[in-house]
């Protein structure tokens, strides 16, 4: 019986441990800023890429639009975790922190937009790829009206 509690308390020990970890990830205020505009600029090279097909100026090739959507939707669950509190600053507006659950609301939306355009862009048609894309689009600008510095 004792041994089983030791073992127990160790594993639960173990597990909050690695919880604190995760939860400590970014050291400093700009390691957090750092990460998020990363993610962000990964995004915006594979999002403008598949935006340059949609309008015509770059050649359709199934391939290359559905693994740029699969990285732009990859990606797009990852700032999230780097703008947790005490990480203000970067190019994100203060409202990010004051109206945490309309951020969060519009990161939700943005996320489901991006998946959308990743089932597209798996399916290969262009017509709803273009569709897809003018969502999401317009979601990455909503954010930006509300929660990015001009
Ligand atoms: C991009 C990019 C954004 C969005 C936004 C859509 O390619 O870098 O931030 O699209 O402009 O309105």
């Known amino acids: 019986m004792k041994f089983q509690k030791l073992v127990l308390g160790s594993a639960a020990t173990v597990l909050a441990m690695c919880a604190g970890q995760a939860y400590a990830q970014f050291q400093k205020p700009e390691d957090a800023i750092k990460y998020r505009q990363s993610v962000y600029t990964v995004m915006a090279n594979s999002f403008g890429k598949i935006g340059g097909v949609v309008k015509g100026e770059a050649p359709f090739n199934k391939d290359e639009v559905a693994k ?32 945490n659950a309309k951020f969060k609301a519009a990161s939700d939306k943005m996320q489901l937009t991006v998946a959308d355009l990743n089932k597209a862009a798996q399916s290969g048609d262009l017509e709803s790829i273009k569709k897809a894309f003018g969502a999401a689009g317009a979601t990455c600008k909503g954010c930006h009206d509300d929660f990015k510095k001009k």
């Open 68 to 99: 740029n959507a699969a990285i732009v939707s990859m990606m797009s669950t990852l700032p999230w975790q780097a703008f947790g509190p005490g990480t203000e600053g970067g190019k994100a507006q203060h409202a990010v922190w004051l109206d």
